[in-house]
């Protein structure tokens, strides 16, 4: 079994300082370059612990700005991409965005933070989120729509893969009125999400049963690979909450994206500091290799 660290910094801040941090870390060879000074492989002597050898990188790299993982070797370029969509291909909470359009944001938001980071049930706090906005014009879905923001590097992660192969998909515990619309909007093969209810012009505060959760994300992600004959080990997937915990250790590469505290300490791979381009340096694309995006359009912003 073979395995490489990858070093993945912001654009031009991975420089050769911050290599020499790793020259006590032992059975590390030479640099194999995705992208200067952005991104690199470092190959692991097949006699060294590769965990230990993380574990020491890590420590020597503590509080800089540069994502260090451990990869495997072994079909390294995966044909199944399984996505969360809210604070990970896009900026948004959806449900934070409709509550401060109604004035309970904080109300909102709170609970959405502890949901996110696995402190209370994520079924019964979509319910009761949900529930603030009965009554409240259904129009609002329309008008939050208009300020989705993709994640950077989103839309260049979708072309990449999909150009190379790979089906792409949204796996969302937010909303199909907005996965709908991201996904025209990323160019990526399919969505899933969950159904909020409308009565007649008003939402009814409700959601359509059942939910979709960890489990169901987890399940889309077998389901998936099944569907496309693919084994688990040749996915990966991401995500930021603790409702994404589950599909993240199924998948053959499982990266916490800009995640909450509790889900980056329990996912293998971990992506802080990079954009969401960083999970193609992880299967070894070169930048070079990167597809354009089709350009922009009205479906919502790319930064």
């Not at 790793?22 to 097949?46: F, K, N, R, S, Y």
């Not at 309970?104 to 933070?113: C, D, F």
Request: glycine share 10%.
């Amino acid at each position: 079994m073979s395995w490489i660290l990858s070093l993945v910094a912001p654009e031009g801040r991975l420089d050769r300082a911050r290599l020499a941090s790793l020259v006590h870390v032992g059975g590390l060879g030479a640099p194999d370059w995705l992208a200067p000074a952005e991104a690199c492989d470092l190959p692991i002597a097949p006699d060294a612990d590769p965990r230990a050898t993380l574990a020491a990188a890590r420590a020597a790299l503590a509080g800089q700005d540069v994502d260090v993982n451990l990869v495997e070797l072994a079909k390294r370029r995966k044909r199944l991409l399984v996505a969360d969509m809210e604070s990970t291909l896009i900026r948004n909470e959806m449900l934070d965005e409709l509550a401060e359009m109604m004035g309970i944001g904080p109300q909102v938001a709170a609970v959405t933070a502890r949901a996110m980071n696995g402190e209370i049930d994520f079924k019964q706090s979509l319910r009761a989120r949900v529930g603030l906005l009965a009554g409240r014009p259904a129009a609002l879905l329309d008008a939050a729509a208009g300020r989705i923001v993709a994640m950077p590097g989103a839309a260049t992660l979708i072309a990449t893969m999909r150009g190379a192969g790979a089906f792409t998909a949204i796996v969302s515990g937010g909303f199909t009125v907005f996965s709908r619309r991201v996904r025209e909007g990323l160019a990526a093969d399919h969505d899933e999400a969950n159904e909020i209810l409308i009565d007649g012009t008003l939402l009814a505060g409700a959601v359509r049963e059942p939910i979709l959760d960890a489990a169901g994300k987890a399940e889309a992600l077998r389901r998936l690979a099944r569907t496309h004959g693919l084994g688990l080990d040749e996915t990966i997937a991401t995500g930021d909450g603790a409702n994404d915990l589950d599909m993240l250790g199924l998948a053959g590469f499982g990266v916490a994206f800009r995640a909450k505290p509790r889900v980056a300490a329990a996912a293998r791979m971990s992506v802080a500091h990079g954009d969401l381009t960083a999970l193609l340096f992880l299967q070894g694309y070169r930048r070079s290799e990167f597809a354009e995006p089709a350009p922009a359009n009205a479906v919502f912003t790319r930064p």
